[in-house]
């Protein structure tokens, strides 16, 4: 009996030599993490089932209580057996996949143990195919193999598969006196190594567990501490300075050997190796990214000849590129960048996916945050018109004037005051107002301002009665018509503004066009785009409604400003008509 020891252990160490070498591959990990498909139980069933073909065939043969022991057993004499481990391969399969594997692990080494022969080849192929289904029932009803589970309950069921065995043995094989005594010779041996084994595979596979869990913890912390750092500089959008920052925070928290942000024109950062060549405001230099922009996928190039950089002795590698997206709009890019494409891994894969996912989030709240401004930069704006100062001033001075001279034009401005003022609190308080109101805060104002300059210039209005209804943002045409009012006519004697809105293939057409002294070419290139100072305003106004119908219509409104030395100015505002009945309800 203890002489069969050594050499059970010695068969034994040979399956966990394997089930080592099979734990470092990343397709076996994969498949030990995730639930189990058709293709993985199948997957499974062949592992182990040649798991059990192993142990077969490195069984040590027992004849008439002889151990003879052969490196590989390819035919049984009737009246001999074999102990073995392979009970150890069927528990772990049906344990680890559940009643289906178990059940075809079991059918695999069971079928073949019968073909190898020998007085206790039925009894063998009977135990091994129960104790495949049974261990099977245990794993999908206890779930046994896990990292949160004691490995001593697998073991144990192991133990009791291999005691099993024993039993069918002194039931099923004859003579009963041979399969008595051979049960007395190997009973300990196998259970005692099968034990053994099964322990030792366990422990693989909640390593295999364990290590997954460390690295994904470890992912993402880093991935979370990059994003804490580089939260101040993405709430500020993308752009040249805030990616600067961002790129230099990645480098030191990736093992990449360059970080590379771009929106959907040109590299906003490089940080890292190729600098040289790799510059922030130039137009994206790899045909990669301008694929990932174009998809919105996530691409990986592990050649020179797949990042496709113009540079011919640019030292990138590899790289990563992942989409960085708001509101499912692919708006930039993140890449990964590395100098050995051996330095490309799984790990580096997930982080960057994760960062992606992070930076995108970012983004979405900086935009969020952003429209948040801005509707409260046009309540603010309408605030600050209630008592702007000069406005009111004027205003109350030209009534003054009136009511002793005209008593009913004075009542009839003072009503259109009272207008103007609840005009401005109601576009303060909504996101969409219809058009009829933004032109009755328009005639309002004009009122008063007529009432004062009353040869200087003159509004016409051109609205198809239909788009009455239709929703716009508020503080759009008034801003517009007073800019005009404002800085358009200041040295002409008659001046003429006229507001036109009609629709076009399911969309409407707001214009705003004057006969002005047009706008300075060096400020037509930042008006609307960014808030400016000059002599004839900041452009906050213009570049508010801009921001505000990015924000509500996104690609399906646009904002365009046309203007000529002398000749005057044309504002257009497209805007979606489908959008009209949703915005309803929001009102």
């Known amino acids: 009996m203890f002489e069969l020891l050594p050499l059970m252990l010695e068969r034994a160490g040979v399956l966990v030599m394997v089930a080592f070498l099979l734990s470092r591959m990343r397709s076996f990990r994969q498949i030990v993490h995730q639930e189990h498909d058709k293709k993985e139980k199948m997957i499974l069933i062949g592992i182990f089932g040649a798991f059990g073909i192993i142990s077969n065939y490195t069984g040590i043969e027992i004849h008439n209580g002889t151990i003879i022991s052969q490196t590989w057993q390819a035919d049984v004499d009737y009246d001999a057996a074999i102990a073995n481990t392979r009970i150890m391969g069927v528990a772990i399969g049906g344990l680890l996949g559940g009643p289906i594997v178990g059940l075809g692990v079991g059918l695999i080494a069971g079928i073949h143990r019968l073909t190898l022969g020998g007085f206790t080849a039925e009894a063998c192929a009977v135990s091994t195919i129960l104790a495949g289904f049974i261990t099977g029932l245990l794993g999908r009803r206890y779930g046994i193999i896990g990292r949160n589970h004691s490995p001593w309950g697998a073991v144990a069921i192991g133990i009791l598969m291999e005691g099993i065995q024993m039993g069918v043995i002194l039931l099923i094989a004859r003579p009963y006196e041979a399969a008595y005594h051979l049960v007395e010779v190997i009973a300990v041996p196998m259970i005692s190594i099968n034990g053994l084994g099964t322990l030792i595979f366990i422990l693989i596979i909640q390593s295999i567990l364990m290590e997954e869990e460390r690295t994904r913890a470890l992912q993402t912390h880093n991935a979370l501490e990059i994003a804490q750092q580089t939260l101040p500089f993405f709430r500020q959008g993308l752009t040249l300075h805030s990616c600067g920052e961002a790129a230099n925070i990645i480098l030191e928290g990736t093992k990449a050997d360059a970080i590379s942000i771009t929106n959907k024109d040109q590299v906003l950062a490089h940080a890292g190796a190729g600098s040289d060549h790799h510059k922030p405001g130039q137009h994206m230099a790899t045909q990669l990214t301008k694929e990932v922009l174009d998809h919105g996928k996530i691409l990986i190039a592990r050649s020179t000849d797949e990042i496709r950089c113009y540079r011919e002795n640019c030292p990138l590698q590899a790289a990563i590129v992942v989409p960085l997206q708001v509101h499912q709009e692919t708006v930039g890019t993140l890449k990964l960048y590395f100098v050995n494409q051996n330095k490309l891994d799984q790990v580096e894969y997930e982080l960057a996916e994760g960062l992606s996912r992070l930076f995108s989030t970012q983004l979405e709240l900086a935009e969020a945050e952003q429209q948040r401004k801005l509707l409260k930069d046009a309540e603010i704006k309408a605030l600050q018109a209630q008592v702007h100062p000069h406005f009111l001033f004027n205003a109350i001075n030209t009534i003054s004037s009136l009511v002793r001279t005209d008593a009913q034009k004075a009542r009839k401005l ?174």
Request: glycine share 6%; aromatic share 8%; net charge negative.
């Open 414 to 587: 003072l009503i259109n005051l009272g207008v103007f003022f609840r005009s401005n609190l109601q576009g303060a308080r909504h996101l969409l107002i219809p058009l009829e109101k933004e032109i009755e805060h328009v005639e309002a104002y004009l009122s008063l301002e007529q009432a004062r300059f009353p040869d200087k210039y003159q509004v016409d209005f051109d609205i198809h009665p239909a788009l009455n209804k239709v929703l716009i943002p508020p503080f759009t045409l008034q801003p517009l018509v007073e800019n005009a009012i404002r800085h358009a006519f200041s040295n002409r004697k008659q001046g003429r503004v006229t507001v036109t809105a009609y629709t076009d293939s399911n969309k409407m057409i707001l214009t705003t066009e004057d006969n002005g002294k047009g706008i300075p070419e060096p400020l037509m290139k930042s008006l609307g785009t960014e808030t400016v100072q000059s002599e004839e305003g900041t452009g906050t106004a213009v570049w508010n409604i801009r921001k505000r119908m990015k924000e509500i219509y996104g690609l399906e409104g646009s904002f365009q400003i046309e203007s000529e030395q002398d000749s005057g100015t044309k504002v257009t505002m497209i805007l979606p008509l489908t959008q009209n009945k949703w915005s309803e309800r929001n009102v």
